[in-house]
């Protein structure tokens, strides 16, 4: 439960002029307040601009406004993904990302901020096929690692959003892993020897499930919290093992040597349920276990147990000029939806498009252009930037941008691929 947050440095600056004027809550108002407890680190920080009378000032009603955009963000970075960046008061800003993540992947999000502000870090999973609005899963503020286990294949929209009047460096890191404990104690990924989908019986049926080897007897183990719903001997899956998690998934572990739990007990992750063996029809092969998992059917573990052993690229670009309106020294950038020349364009900008330098990402620019827009522009567009002023955004009417962009043209070549 998120106890309620005060903006403290808002407070100071704006509390002097909005304060005095307020003439206090009904007893009906305070009581629902009492009553209403925020589920997410950003909506006790909203109430907390609530509660002190500066929900609806200028600054406060444009961050809101900014969170709300950032869920329709463009922009979709491939993972491992690090951005490095720099926030200034005079800029409000909340950044999305948009995440095609697998059922049974893990998704980790770290933000860091260095200086004396929270950033506020939300995932939403996205309904458009059922014409509903994006749904909240996870939420969290800086200071740690959010993790979120998918349970369903969907792309998500990552807001990352800081204070109001928040200045200083941020770094946000974007990875994903595995969601479930490795079934087979002392081993990895490396140690598959069949995968999901693999051709059975001359074509005649499919593998539904990942063979893992390991020495007879290798103990395996319990991958979630759940409750062993069977035990049982096949004479295909010899001695196997059904767990059943909260979620609704059944794990099956087969080919088992032995099985050492009984039904209806209650494993924790890590516990041992049984050892490798080859009973059942796996009796001609080497001692294995057969790892699968079923909801409505069956469902490839490999995205529950992989987790890529690359890291993010680091961040190599000037970061002299994070945090600034920059005016490009090139025409004809173009601006993408990924830091990859192999991204799709979002549009074409001239040189005289001011732009906002948010940050970094390999040897790209994550800029945002003075409509709002936001993507990835190549480190080589912005050499010999100028600074600029601050355009006047506020209250501009829709359609009318403060930079000259072109909209991509599809059937022309893209640049540099």
């Known amino acids: ?18 304060l005095p004027g307020l003439t206090g ?16 680190a950003r909506e006790a920080y909203i109430q907390g601009l609530e509660d002190t009378g500066i929900d609806d000032s200028a600054v406060a009603i444009e961050w809101l406004k900014q969170g709300e955009e950032a869920l329709q963000s463009l922009i979709e970075p491939a993972l491992p993904y690090r951005e490095e960046g720099r926030l200034v008061a005079t800029d409000i800003m909340a950044v999305g990302y948009r995440l095609s993540l697998r059922r049974g992947q893990q998704l980790k999000v770290e933000a860091t901020a260095q200086g004396y502000f929270d950033v ?54 974007i990875q994903t892993g595995a969601s479930l404990v490795f079934p087979v104690a002392g081993r990895s ?54 767990l059943r998690d909260e979620f609704g998934n059944s794990f099956y572990y087969a080919h088992l040597d032995e099985w050492l739990v009984s039904e209806g007990q209650r494993l924790a ?19 294995h276990l057969h790892f699968g998992i079923y ?32 005016q490009a020294s090139v025409s004809d950038m173009t601006l993408r939806r990924a830091p990859d020349r ?16 948010i940050g970094g990402a390999r040897n790209w620019y994550h800029v945002r252009l003075a409509d709002g827009s936001v993507g990835y522009l190549e480190a080589s567009a ?36």
Not at 9 to 16: A, E, F
Not at 232 to 240: H, L, V
Not at 342 to 353: L, Q, T, W
Request: with cysteine.
């Open 120 to 173: 506020f870090i939300d995932v939403y999973e996205l309904l458009e096929e059922e014409g509903l609005p994006p749904r909240r899963i996870a939420s969290a503020d800086s200071g740690g690692v959010l993790e979120v286990d998918i349970h369903r294949t969907r792309d998500l929209l990552l807001r990352i959003q800081p204070e109001i009047l928040s200045e200083g460096s941020f770094a946000v890191t």
């Open 25 to 40: 809550c009904s007893a009906k108002l305070e009581e629902m307040r009492e009553r209403y407890q925020p589920s997410s």
């Open 269 to 287: 992750p890590g516990d041992t349920l049984g050892r490798v063996g080859n009973t059942g029809n796996a009796r001609t092969t080497p001692p």
């Open 189 to 242: 990924t490396g140690s598959v020897g069949s995968f999901f989908g693999d051709i059975r019986d001359g074509g005649r049926r499919d593998h539904h499930g990942l063979d893992i080897f390991a020495p007879r007897g290798t103990p395996v183990v319990a991958v979630r919290p759940g409750l062993v719903r069977s035990t049982r001997t096949t004479g295909i899956g010899g001695k196997q093992v059904w």
């Open 1 to 18: 439960m998120h106890q309620h947050r005060t903006p403290s440095l808002l407070i100071i600056l704006l509390s002097i002029l909005v």
């Open 382 to 417: 912005m050499t010999g930037s100028l600074a600029v002023d601050r355009p006047n955004t506020r209250n501009r009417p829709s359609g009318q941008g403060q930079r000259s962009v072109e909209p991509y043209n599809q059937e022309e070549p893209v640049s540099g691929t």
């Open 342 to 357: 192999a991204s799709e364009p979002i549009a074409v900008i001239d040189a005289s498009s001011p732009l906002l330098v």
């Open 295 to 326: 909801q409505r059917g069956p469902h490839d573990p490999w995205p529950f147990v992989y987790t890529p052993d690359r890291s993010p690229r680091p961040v190599v670009v000037d970061q002299s000029v994070f945090g600034s309106w920059r």
